[in-house]
Structures are given as structure tokens and as C-alpha cells.
């Protein structure tokens, strides 16, 4: 059964997102709507930054936990529930990455996928483009923190610019700003890895 | 590397397909969170509210009534809109709803052990154990004979009294009504008042349908929403005004239309 349809016919009926977030503060039934909605999304936003089903487990349990407990203190404002949502997810994401770097978690994994056997002469195309994805996914843990959240943010859950802001409670001058200097710290660091190779 | 390689590459990152999580995780982390406490973490987003920890910090030093005025009508103003257990009030010390026990709620959420109900409600919101009114006859020496035996009733501290009922009568086994967990929140939904209310999933098998019931003052208990999907636990009920004292249960009917479970009533204030 798809997410879709075991969602309650109460969700189909056009329920709007606010007046369930409200609920949500001191309702499980609530939160559990609002859990059955966006847990395929932040999987999906987990699973597209780290390239790991593991992780993407490990960040979205975390997500929906930290969300859970931090209900009662939740106020409903630009962006909404979801920028709210997402925001924990970037910053567990972000967490994540800081707690496994000393590891060399990261590399051991990449350099697991490169050396995956049985590997066709039709899937090079494709390894290459998940060579370059693990190495943007690489570089872009070596940035700090607030950068990581800007981009995951904008980039990877598509969030508008002003849910994005909202989301990392500034405005859309200052998102924009560090967005911009983000993205140039991200292409250093590209630049870096492939030089080293 | 140029901006627009980059932004290619995270372009085919944000497009790349991702797998949905699996069904088994998903239901297993929903279990998690229902039996997880909900205690505000103090590392949660930045975007917390500052202002009610500022009404914290107000409540904490001291009573309200030692505060100022102005510091004090803040504080109330700025705390958390969850009602407190003992918040419930009792219209009639009487009438007392069990508490769920087929599935029991998380501890943060408020068990509602006796609740407000109207004085025109009938008593028998939640079900009652079932009673035989035996009448109090003169002592019996109890000689069962074959098809009966001697059932003791209670007729006084010392009265003892015995009755003898046909074993016909005793055989016949009701299965208990399952009780359901309800709990009703107000608030306001793109500036309309609005009630949700959410209840615990039916476990009976015979299951066929949900109803919502709705009173306020002096009118009788009306349906506002049926459903015979099992999984459907919540519904929001748009038609509410301000100001008004609404109170919600839910019960659960078999196919033939008998009630299988309820839910004790739960008072919401609205909005």
C-alpha cells in the first residue's frame, strides 16, 4: 500500500495545514497526520543529501522525534509547518555529517560505492553521475553548518526562498546573501576534491 | 567550476529519485512517536518562541499575583494553550468516565478521568456496567438443584441475601465495548473557528463505523461526522462559533448498527 492511500480520508478532504499544526501541539492524532504527510518528503530530502537509505532512516526518525517534542513551543509563521519541519531535518542532517566526519564515515562509504562489483558497461554513465553526486554530497559536508542548512533549504527540499528564510529565521536579503557565499564556498570545496584525486 | 555547472549539479541532486521509505519503518516510527513523551526539548529550532520562555521565566518567579499587572496578564497571555488534567471541571460529581484502557494515551496527553458534562446529558454517556435489580426476599437456604446455582448478591452489611438463578440466564456472554481515547482541541483555522477532534483507531473486528457526536447547551448529541474507514482518526468541524461550549464523543457501530465502544466526552471551549 502506497503512502498515499493509507493516509486518513480526513487529510483528502482539504484540511488546511494550519489549524491541524495548531492541533498538533498537544494532539498525538493530530501529529500523526501531519507525521503521515510529510514523513515520504523528509525520507526523500534525508535520502537525496546523504545517498543512504540508513541515513535517511537515521535523520528522519530523529526529525519527526525532535518535531514531536518541540510541538507545545510551535507557532505557526511564514513558511509554515512544513519550513519548520524541514529546518530540524536540515539541521539533523547537518549534525549528522558533523558527529561522522572524524569517522571518515562518509569516504569509507563513497569509496564502497566505487568499488561496488558487478558494476555493467551501460551503468558508467550512471556511476559517473553518482561519482560526481557523492563528491557534491562530500563537499558539501565540509561546509559549516549554516551554509549546509542554506542550501539543503533552497536546493534539495525546494523550499521558496521565503519558507527557506523563515525556516532559518532570517530574512530573504540575508538567505540570499548567505546563499551566495555558500554556494562559492561550495565550489571551492568542489574544486579541492577534484584536484586531490 | 562555473556557477552554472554547479547548479546543474545540484539540480540533477534535488531531481535524482529517491525511494519512499519502506511501510514497515513508517509504522514503526509512528508507534515510536505515540509512545514517546512530548517534553519541549530545550534545543529545539531557533525559531522557538523567545516570548513564552519570557513567560516561563515570569511564572517561575513567583505567583502570578505577586507579579505586576502587566507582567502578570503577559505571562497568561504567553502560556501554552494545553489545558491542564485537573483544569476539567465537574458539573456532576456523579457521573464518572473510565478511563481508556484498551489503548492507553501517551503521559503527556491529559486523561480525562471525570469530565464537565451538562446537566442534560444522560448518565449514561459512558457504558455501565450491566446491573440485575434483584428484589431483597427473606433468607434462603441455598440448595442448588441440578440446572441452577447459587449466585450471591449483596443486599446489605448484614443481610446476607441469596438468589437463585437459572444457569440459562448466566451462560450468555457479552463481549465488552471497546473504549476509545477522544480528544477534542479549538483553535482557529485561517481566521475561522475551528474544533479537531482525534480519537484512537478501532481494534474491534467487527468494526463498520465511526461517528462523531456534538452537543452545546441544551440541544441532544448529533452526529457532525461518520466514517467507516478504520483509519480515519480525526476530522476537523468548521461549523463552530466562538464562544460556544461544545462537547464531542465518539462511538464505533457494528455492520447490524449496535454500539461497539465509546469514548468518555471530551468538553472543548471554543474558540
Known amino acids: 500500500m502506497s503512502l498515499a492511500a493509507s493516509l486518513p480520508v480526513v487529510v483528502t478532504d482539504g484540511v488546511d495545514e494550519r489549524g491541524l499544526a495548531e492541533a498538533a501541539r498537544t494532539s498525538p492524532d493530530a501529529f500523526a497526520v501531519l507525521y503521515r504527510r510529510y514523513v515520504g518528503r523528509i525520507y526523500a530530502f534525508a535520502f537525496r543529501r546523504s545517498g543512504s537509505r540508513e541515513v535517511a532512516e537515521e535523520v528522519t526518525s530523529a526529525t519527526f522525534e525532535r518535531a514531536w517534542r518541540a510541538?507545545?513551543?510551535?507557532?505557526?509563521?511564514?513558511?509554515?509547518?512544513?519550513?519548520?519541519?524541514?529546518?530540524?531535518?536540515?539541521?539533523?542532517?547537518?549534525?549528522?555529517?558533523?558527529?561522522?566526519?572524524?569517522?571518515?564515515?562518509?569516504?569509507?562509504?563513497?569509496?564502497?560505492?566505487?568499488?561496488?562489483?558487478?558494476?555493467?558497461?551501460?551503468?558508467?554513465?550512471?556511476?559517473?553521475?553518482?561519482?560526481?553526486?557523492?563528491?557534491?554530497?562530500?563537499?558539501?559536508?565540509?561546509?559549516?553548518?549554516?551554509?549546509?542548512?542554506?542550501?539543503?533549504?533552497?536546493?534539495?527540499?525546494?523550499?521558496?526562498?521565503?519558507?527557506?528564510?523563515?525556516?532559518?529565521?532570517?530574512?530573504?536579503?540575508?538567505?540570499?546573501?548567505?546563499?551566495?557565499?555558500?554556494?562559492?564556498?561550495?565550489?571551492?570545496?568542489?574544486?579541492?576534491?577534484?584536484?586531490?584525486? | 567550476m562555473r556557477t552554472s555547472e554547479l547548479r546543474e549539479l545540484l539540480g540533477s541532486l534535488e531531481e535524482s529519485a529517491a525511494p519512499e521509505p519502506s511501510p514497515v519503518f513508517v509504522a514503526k516510527l509512528e508507534a515510536d512517536l505515540r509512545n514517546m513523551d512530548q517534553v519541549e526539548e530545550a534545543e529545539a529550532p531557533r525559531r522557538t518562541n523567545t516570548r513564552t520562555r519570557r513567560a516561563r521565566v515570569l511564572v517561575a518567579a513567583g505567583p502570578v499575583a505577586a507579579l505586576t499587572a502587566a507582567a502578570a496578564a503577559a505571562a497568561m497571555t504567553l502560556l501554552p494553550s494545553k489545558p491542564h488534567p485537573r483544569e476539567l471541571k465537574t458539573a456532576d460529581p456523579g457521573v464518572t468516565v473510565p478511563t481508556p484502557t484498551s489503548e492507553a494515551p501517551p503521559s503527556s496527553v491529559p486523561t480525562p478521568t471525570t469530565v464537565a458534562p451538562p446537566p442534560w446529558l444522560p448518565p449514561a454517556a459512558a457504558p455501565s456496567p450491566v446491573t440485575t435489580a434483584v428484589p431483597r426476599t427473606a433468607p434462603t437456604t441455598p440448595v442448588p438443584t441440578p440446572g441452577e446455582h447459587p449466585t450471591p448478591t449483596t443486599a446489605g452489611p448484614h443481610e446476607p441475601v441469596t438468589t437463585t438463578v437459572p444457569r440459562a440466564n448466566t451462560t450468555t456472554t457479552v463481549p465488552a465495548p471497546e473504549t476509545l481515547s477522544l480528544q477534542c482541541t479549538a483553535g482557529m483555522s485561517a481566521g475561522n473557528p475551528t474544533v479537531f477532534c482525534g480519537w484512537s483507531p478501532s481494534t474491534s473486528s467487527s468494526f463498520k463505523w465511526y461517528r462523531l457526536w456534538r452537543t452545546s447547551s441544551g440541544s441532544p448529541f448529533a452526529i457532525v461526522f461518520q466514517s467507516d474507514n478504520r483509519s480515519t482518526t480525526g476530522y476537523y468541524d468548521h461549523t463552530v462559533q466562538a464562544g460556544t461550549n461544545y462537547y464531542y464523543k465518539v462511538d464505533i457501530t457494528d455492520a447490524a448498527g449496535n454500539v461497539i465502544g465509546t469514548s468518555s466526552v471530551s468538553p472543548v471551549t471554543c474558540c
Open chain 1, 71 to 197: 510541538m507545545p513551543s510551535f507557532e505557526w509563521r511564514g513558511g509554515g509547518f512544513q519550513a519548520w519541519l524541514f529546518a530540524i531535518a536540515a539541521r539533523e542532517l547537518a549534525g549528522w555529517y558533523r558527529r561522522n566526519a572524524r569517522h571518515g564515515n562518509v569516504r569509507a562509504q563513497r569509496a564502497l560505492r566505487l568499488l561496488h562489483p558487478g558494476v555493467a558497461e551501460d551503468d558508467h554513465e550512471r556511476v559517473g553521475a553518482e561519482d560526481e553526486q557523492a563528491l557534491l554530497r562530500e563537499a558539501l559536508s565540509t561546509l559549516p553548518e549554516r551554509y549546509q542548512e542554506a542550501i539543503s533549504l533552497r536546493r534539495l527540499a525546494g523550499l521558496e526562498p521565503e519558507d527557506a528564510a523563515a525556516a532559518m529565521g532570517c530574512t530573504k536579503a540575508v538567505l540570499a546573501v548567505t546563499l551566495h557565499r555558500a554556494t562559492k564556498a561550495l565550489r571551492k570545496a568542489i574544486e579541492t576534491r577534484r584536484g586531490s584525486r
